[in-house]
């Protein structure tokens, strides 16, 4: 016999009380309708939790579409950068030949100035006038040689440490190179000028001093009006 038979009162006509069964009927129906009412409110929890999962999978989804994008842009544009990197280092290069141009024509002039030193003795008053003018040329190319050489290794020095900043900076640290280079250029041709003035007035010198007379046009500039005085 069940409990819910044994919690019944037998009536007089051999059955079960009609009210005992209405009242078991009662709980039954309320017991069974709050475990629906649960099972309902756990279902919504539950409906609830997973679209908000769904919602955060596809904002997940998104970012990571989002980051795998950046991540190209970022890994292309240093490809971009280091091809960059790899031309200016190569004009970098080219600078650094022309500045041991630069550097053996001082030597040359160096030499014309010792050759031109050892002519004093025929005069005292061109001995002191042509070492005075071959120390000033030497100066000035011993100072533009140094001054290149300077601002080439400086600009080395800026464009290493430029590179490790360079997925910080980019456009900044390329702009900067490029004007670098460009005034060393400037000053590299300014040298070569210089220095085929100079070339000019040590050769004019040198025919002086040979021929002990000046030939006309021979000199100018400074030199010109040194010797007319």
Known sequence: MSAAQNSFRGSV???????????????????HSQQVESLQKKLSQLTLDENEKTTQLAVLSEKEAQLSSDNQHLTEALERARTELEEKRSRLAAAEEDLSVLRDRAAELEANAEAYIRLRD???TIELDARNRAQIILNDAHAQADSIRAQV?????RAETRYEHLRADIGATLSHAIGELARVQRALEQSSASFAEHDEALESLVRWCESDSVPAGAL???EARETGE
Request: no cysteine; net charge negative.
């Open 13 to 31: 006509f051999g059955g079960f009380n009609r009210q005992d069964v209405l009242t078991y009927l009662e709980r039954t129906a309320r017991e």
């Open 122 to 124: 025929r005069t005292a």
């Open 153 to 157: 290794e400086d600009w080395l020095d």
């Open 220 to 222: 100018s500039g400074p």
